[in-house]
Nanobody
Framework: QVQLVESGGGLAQSGGSLRLSCVAS????????MAWYRQAPGKQRELVAR???????NYAEAVKGRFTISRNNTENAVYLQMDNLKPEDTAVYYC???????WGRGIQVTVVS
């Protein structure tokens, strides 16, 4: 059974940085598309960034130039480096494996001005 465990969230000042990590269990991580989503209070869950096995990446317009997704196949991990954070980035962030439709439990990111 695949499990995704997020870490690294917390509180940041506007303009600051945080790095989220997601460690995945299960075989053949290197062949899997991985993604980060977020859900702000009262809003729908939305895609933040996605990376495929070949390193092809796409980002939501709202985070382009500020967030960076990466992966380490040796450690079965995917990361989200968040720079120049804004209060509107406040949300619960979820790690997601789309094909198997597996979600992590989510981790809170709060940005204060």
């Amino acid at each position: 059974q695949v499990q995704l465990v997020e870490s690294g969230g917390g509180l940041a000042q506007s303009g600051g940085s945080l790095r989220l990590s997601c460690v995945a269990s299960g075989p053949e991580f290197e062949k899997r598309i991985m993604a980060w989503y977020r859900q702000a209070p009262g809003k729908q869950r939305e895609l933040v960034a996605r990376i495929n096995p070949f390193g092809f990446i796409n980002y939501a317009e709202a985070v382009k130039g500020r967030f960076t997704i990466s992966r380490n196949n040796t450690e079965n991990a995917v990361y989200l480096q968040m720079d120049n954070l804004k209060p509107e980035d406040t949300a619960v962030y979820y790690c997601h494996r789309p094909v198997a439709n597996v979600w992590g439990r989510g981790i809170q990111v709060t940005v204060v001005s």
